[in-house]
Structure formats: structure tokens, C-alpha cells
């Protein structure tokens, strides 16, 4: 089972309570289905997913090779073997130097001695263990630091190389050395292990919101009039992180990673802004196609106490955000708490002459929406609710919130989800969602720029008017919930939201800096 990329559907009720059992810890362990992965051969097969046109492409004669760093924490072993044959079985041999696998510290059995044992047993895998939990920025640096191919290539442990997946991805670094490339990253079901896939054409591109996550968007039409076919490589803003090639020599000059941050997160943008405001670039190549198992949830244990995302994050915002920083700051109002000693990586960025954010905002992200830019923020404050107590226009914006009522809730003072922006296209917004009124209730929906059910009016008398319905957010009049009601300026439809003059006003200029005002 599993071959040509199948999934396999396990019927838990017809497991026997011992092989139920394994199913279940294999969950537990994993966050995806080790038990459907376990009964595929390590070496499946695969369909060739590239679009046609990228099968009779012509690659340089002479590519450079490759060193591929597997770093994982505690990871299954079929999963891991299964990532390493698939490099293996569908590279070109000449071109794979060497797979390191990067142990970070696993306690898993089959990771002790039964992993050196297949190392020692196959040619080009080395092996080698971090002396403690170093987190995945830190094991890669220790995989890099060993590594002897004239590329870089990273991949996660829960991967599936495709066939002619590598030969894209070295032959844009052979054209430049500064030219970061990723695979199309598809999607391996994490319960079924079913390999998915689409045509290059809906190829995705990495963005980032204000609270510094990555997330994914569709080619935008300025890069699609860019490119001539739709196998070209792809402009990416940034990376998802986990599989990327680079240059061994590209990636030191660049000066790797930085070494303060831990476990996960933080690292894939701190990268990508790195690489393109200090003179390289990032694409992804249509052709080259790599599995991924997206897992729902994170299986193996942080360090406690600290939230090492933000502290990743406010370090990466120190270095390479500028005044773009506060964006980010605002969210959990300046708190940033102890993010350690940055001061050798802004002198990284000084030695490399690197170029401003606002650079990389305005060549590289220009479809990014700039909250310096919006007229409103902060919390919406509704004061006369029914326990005369300040409430709040209350949500997440983020997937989970979509489609799901505004809520309102006593305001904290502490953003999160209080905190809204109003674009100057008229969207109340937080990162990629919008309210949205359909004529039901007030939701959150992803922001499509058309105007139509996002477009509000934030009035001189603080009223929030629809402009396609007219109609006013109004608290109810026991104050638990918002309305859509008849704008008559009650106090109940009056809302104080903190305007803006936008910083694009403020801060005209003519070319040789002096204020426009004469
Ligand atoms: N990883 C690691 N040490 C850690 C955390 C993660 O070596 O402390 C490895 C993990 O095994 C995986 C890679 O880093 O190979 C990326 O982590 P994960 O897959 O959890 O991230 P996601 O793909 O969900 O973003
Ligand atoms: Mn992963």
C-alpha cells in the first residue's frame, strides 16, 4: 500500500485493541498517522507530478553537488527512512556528496543504535547528534558545519523527494551563486500519507503578516507578467522554511543563521529578508517537487517558560525590521522581554551593506498591506454598553476565526484581538482578515481587496457604517453581542478607535529628503 503516492484510510474500528493501541501512540508521538506509514514500503513509489514542459527542460551539463541536511527531533522511522531513500532512489548520484542527518537530541529507541546502524550501512549517510536540545535553527548550523557538497540543501525528516526534484533547484544556483531557491512544497496527507499535488500554475508564494507569521498567497499578477511560462521560476518574498537550497559558500557569507535563536520559528524570515536586502534572491522552482507532512499540531515538547517564537521573532524584527518594527510591537504593546544580545548580528547586517526594509517592502512585498498606512488603529471601543463598562470589538483573524461572528468582549488593553486596523480601501482589518458583512452577521473572512461586503465607513460622529448595506454596527442593548442596525447615531453606535495620519502623508519627500511644504 502507499505506492504511487496512495493514502491508506485506517478503519480504527476494525483494529484489534492491541493494534489499536500502536495506532494511537503513533499519533500521540508524531501528530500524524505513523500507523498508515509504517505499512508503506520505504522506497514507494511516486507519479511524476511536474506539468509537462518540465520534463524535456535542459539543465546545465555540469551541476554543482549537494550536501542534503535531515536534522529532526525525535522523529518516526519510516518517516525518516523514507525521506532519505526518496533522495537517494531519485537524485542523480554524482550529485548527492552525502545525506547528514542531524539528530537534535532525540530519545526515541530506534534513533539510538538502530540509526547509526543504517548510517554505517549505507555509502552517504553520516550521522551525526547534537549533545543537547539545540532546537532546529542550531542543528542545522551543526549539519552545515560538517558538510562537504558546494550546496546546502535542507529538508525536514517528514519528506518525499519526486522525481527530477533536484536538478531545478541546483541548476538556478549554478546560473548565481546568491540565488536561493525552494522546491513547490506539496502537501503529504498526514493521515492518509497520500501524496497531493497541482499543476505549477497555482504555485504558491511566501508572504508574512504584522505579527511576523508566514503564510502563503497566489502569484501576484505583477510576477506573473514577469514570467514567461509558468515552469520560470518564481520571485518568493519568503521561504517556508524547512526545504531550501543555497550555496555552502553563499550561506556562509551570508553568515548562516543566527546561533540565539531556538527551536522553531523566526529563522525562515530572518533568511528571506536576509537574502533579499543583502543582494541575493529567493525563488521557488515550479519543477522541482518535494512532500511535506503538514501536521496539525507540534509533537514534541518546547522549552518551558519562554515563548521562543516571539523571542526568535523580536530578535529578527531588531535586526532587519527598521522603523517597520513597530508594526510588530504594537501587537503586545512594546513588551518584549528578554530577547539576548543582537548586536552581532546588526553588525553582520552593517559589514554586508545590506538595504532598508522599506527597500524590500517596496521591490519585494509591494501587495503587502502596511498598517503605517491605515487611518484607524487599535482597539474599537465601544463605551456604552449596558454595564457602562468599555467593550470591545473582540476576534482572532486568523484561519480558525473565519466565518465566526465579532464578538465583544471587555476591552484589556493588551491588543491581540482587539486590535484593528482601517485601510484606506475602507477593510477593518487584522492581518489577512477582514470583517465582512453578508447580510447574516458580522465575520471575520480573508481580505480580497474588492471592496463589496468588507468596505466600511468610520464617520466623523464614530459611527461604523456598511457601505454596501448603510447599516451601523450597533451593541445590543443588553451589550453581549453586536448587531447590524439603522444608523441614527445612538450611543451604542459610537465607537472610539485611535486615527491616524498615515505615515505615507507625513513623510513626503522629495528626492533629496526636504519636506514637500513651501
Ligand atoms: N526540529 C529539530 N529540533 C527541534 C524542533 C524541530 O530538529 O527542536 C526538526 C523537526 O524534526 C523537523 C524540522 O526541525 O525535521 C522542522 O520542524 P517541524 O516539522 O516541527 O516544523 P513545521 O514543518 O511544522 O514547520
Ligand atoms: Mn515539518
Redesign the pocket.
Known sequence: SGENGKGLNIDKSKLSPEELKKYEKGYQRNAFNQYASDQMSLHRTLPDVRDKECRDRNYATELPDTSII??????AWSVLLRTVFSCLDRSPGHLVKEIIL?D?FSDFEHLQAPLQEFADSQEKVRLVRAKK????IR?RLLGASVAQGNVLTF????CECTMGWLEPLLDRISQNKSNVVTPVIDVINDDTIQYQYSSAKSTSVGGFDWNLQFNWHGIPDHEKKRRKSDVDPVRSPTM???LFSISREYFEYLGTYDPGMD??GGENLELSFRIWMCGGSLDIAPCSHVG????KR???S?KTGVNVVKKNSIRLAEVWLDEFSKYYYERFNYDLGDYGDVSARKALRERLHCKSFKWYLDNIYPDLFIPGESLASGEVNGVFNSQSQPACLDSAADKKAYNKAIKLWPCHNMGGNQYWMLSKSGEIRRDEGCFDYAGQFVMIYPCHAMKGNQEWIYGPDNTLRHKNTNLCITLSEDGTKIEMKACTGIDRQIFHWKRKIPDSDVKKTEPNGQKLLR
Open positions: 535531515v536534522i529532526f527531533h525525535n522523529e542531524v537534535d536540545r539545540e532546537g532546529l542543528a529538508l525536514d525528516s517528514h517556508a522554511g524547512g527551536i522553531w511535506h507532512i503538514f501536521r507540534s509533537p514534541y518546547w
